[in-house]
């Protein structure tokens, strides 16, 4: 569903992505790992077309990005880490004006707008200003509204920042109820204990080079150890004494 082919993003110099290939299966649940810096903002971007792709390919149920960038863009969501939101709009508006751009039908729209905003508890303040909201609200409303158009693939950079503890739980269940419907889920995040509790596989990186992919399983067998937190230090920081 997801395919990353030799992905490489260099900045003059610098190279924050070198040569990444990854394959992400439909219904797949991927957690991407890192330490700060690793280079895995950087590959969202030029997964999603926030910036350009120095050489490879990224491709989303069997489209490329470099080749048809439209159809390519209307397969995915995106939640940022730091997203921008309308915030003079209330929040419906936002919702519809997400909507619009995907030209989600009048039925379509309400049948997923009331289920998502009742999941995560957002049709209690829709109706608000957005600039009333705080982080976790916005945060909420945006995943809300970037569900609307029913995308094959769920890419989110650092979803749990700024959720509460039943808002963190809830979006975890939904990512495995997505996963089983068919969707991609292809999320960055700080926690190990998010990834083991959700993701079918992980990907772990570091000065932009993938050192670790697969299974949680199959990792850890490789690795020899039964915690992911000790083979995450162990692969990301070889030379610590």
């Given at each position: 569903?997801?395919?990353?082919?030799?992905?490489?993003?260099?900045?003059?110099?610098?190279?924050?992505?070198?040569?990444?290939?990854?394959?992400?299966?439909?219904?797949?649940?991927?957690?991407?790992?890192?330490?700060?810096?690793?280079?895995?903002?950087?590959?969202?971007?030029?997964?999603?077309?926030?910036?350009?792709?120095?050489?490879?390919?990224?491709?989303?149920?069997?489209?490329?990005?470099?080749?048809?960038?439209?159809?390519?863009?209307?397969?995915?969501?995106?939640?940022?880490?730091?997203?921008?939101?309308?915030?003079?709009?209330?929040?419906?508006?936002?919702?519809?004006?997400?909507?619009?751009?995907?030209?989600?039908?009048?039925?379509?729209?309400?049948?997923?707008?009331?289920?998502?905003?009742?999941?995560?508890?957002?049709?209690?303040?829709?109706?608000?200003?957005?600039?009333?909201?705080?982080?976790?609200?916005?945060?909420?409303?945006?995943?809300?509204?970037?569900?609307?158009?029913?995308?094959?693939?769920?890419?989110l950079d650092e979803p749990m920042v700024g959720l509460d503890p039943r808002s963190m739980k809830t979006l975890r269940d939904q990512f495995v109820k997505l996963a089983a419907d068919g969707m991609t889920v292809f999320m960055s995040t700080?926690?190990?204990?998010?990834?083991?509790?959700?993701?079918?596989?992980?990907?772990?990186?570091?000065?932009?080079?993938?050192?670790?992919?697969?299974?949680?399983?199959?990792?850890?067998?490789?690795?020899?150890?039964?915690?992911?937190?000790?083979?995450?230090?162990?692969?990301?920081?070889?030379?610590?004494?």
């Open positions: 569903m997801i395919e990353l082919v030799n992905l490489t993003k260099k900045y003059g110099s610098f190279t924050a992505v070198r040569e990444l290939n990854l394959t992400i299966k439909k219904g797949e649940v991927f957690g991407f790992l890192g330490p700060n810096g690793a280079g895995k903002t950087s590959t969202i971007k030029m997964m999603c077309g926030l910036t350009s792709i120095t050489s490879g390919d990224a491709l989303i149920d069997g489209i490329s990005i470099l080749k048809d960038p439209m159809g390519y863009k209307h397969r995915f969501a995106l939640i940022p880490d730091k997203p921008y939101m309308f915030e003079k709009l209330r929040g419906i508006e936002y919702a519809r004006f997400t909507g619009n751009l995907y030209n989600v039908p009048a039925g379509e729209f309400n049948r997923r707008l009331e289920k998502y905003a009742r999941i995560f508890g957002v049709d209690e303040y829709i109706n608000d200003f957005i600039e009333t909201y705080s982080h976790g609200m916005s945060q909420k409303l945006l995943i809300v509204s970037s569900l609307l158009h029913a995308p094959k693939a769920f890419i700080h926690s190990l204990e998010t990834a083991e509790a959700v993701c079918d596989t992980v990907g772990v990186l570091d000065h932009g080079r993938l050192l670790a992919s697969g299974s949680i399983s199959a990792i850890k067998r490789k690795n020899r150890s039964k915690k992911l937190e000790d083979i995450f230090f162990k692969l990301t920081e070889p030379e610590t004494a």
